[in-house]
């Protein structure tokens, strides 16, 4: 199972291309995987800047805690563009998100995966509620019927993001038909009181709260 780290900041929007092209080329002058970096997501909703590390082991395990060899360089180069979202915010260590829930079915996952980024606003201390909510949903049928393969939930200061990986068979065919079982409704509902969109005067519907990946790497050995 892939570790993933999830860094959380403002960015200025329309800056996309810019800040993926500083990643694509230390990702090809240096090599990530030395460090045990083998894959990153790079995705923007709205005003915030998402970072999604994967790594083969979980840094407090395998001791290697760095996301690049040219971490002083490429946080000068997109500095203009991303800068810290939480308050309390006084070093980088500030912009990883918590993980405060994970669920996985028994066995291997298949080698065939799609992973979407699910964003909100969660009120504050409301991670165990929202933990509870899930739990007692994947200990049902839906994320079966989903394809659903792991879920990881994580919040930083107001901020909620939701990493959901699927077969990618089932993610393409229950892309627009999950919201109308009756099983997904509750969840909503139950999610209701503790989460709501990031923008919701912009949100029409659960797509509206999907962040848009403009950056991909993964290893290649």
Not at 45 to 61: G, K, M, S, T, W
Not at 69 to 88: C, D, M, S
Request: proline letters at 9%; glycine letters at 8%.
């Amino acid at each position: 199972m892939v570790f993933r780290n999830v860094i959380v900041c403002h960015m200025v929007p329309g800056s996309d291309e810019i800040v993926g092209n500083v990643f694509g080329h230390y990702d090809q002058v240096t090599r990530p995987q030395d460090l045990g970096v083998v894959g990153r997501y790079l995705l923007s909703h709205h005003d915030l800047y998402l970072h999604v590390i994967e790594r083969e082991q979980d840094p407090r395990i395998s001791g290697q805690t760095r996301g690049l060899p040219a971490f002083q360089k490429i946080a000068e180069e997109i500095g203009p563009y991303v800068t810290p979202y939480p308050r309390y915010w006084k070093n980088p260590s500030d912009s990883v998100a918590k993980e405060f829930y994970h669920w996985a079915p028994e066995g291997e996952p298949p080698a065939d995966t799609t992973l979407t980024v699910i964003v909100g606003r969660i009120k504050p201390g409301a991670e165990p509620d929202v933990a509870r909510v899930f739990g007692e949903s994947d200990a049902g049928s839906l994320p079966r019927d989903l394809g659903v393969t792991g879920r990881w939930l994580y919040s930083i200061d107001d901020v909620y993001v939701h990493l959901l990986e699927q077969e990618s068979s089932a993610a393409e065919a229950t892309r627009n038909q999950h919201a109308d079982k009756p099983a997904f409704g509750k969840v909503m509902q139950d999610l209701g009181p503790y989460v709501e969109p990031y923008r919701p005067d912009l949100c029409h519907g659960p797509q509206d709260q999907v962040a848009k990946v403009f950056y991909r790497w993964r290893a290649q050995d």
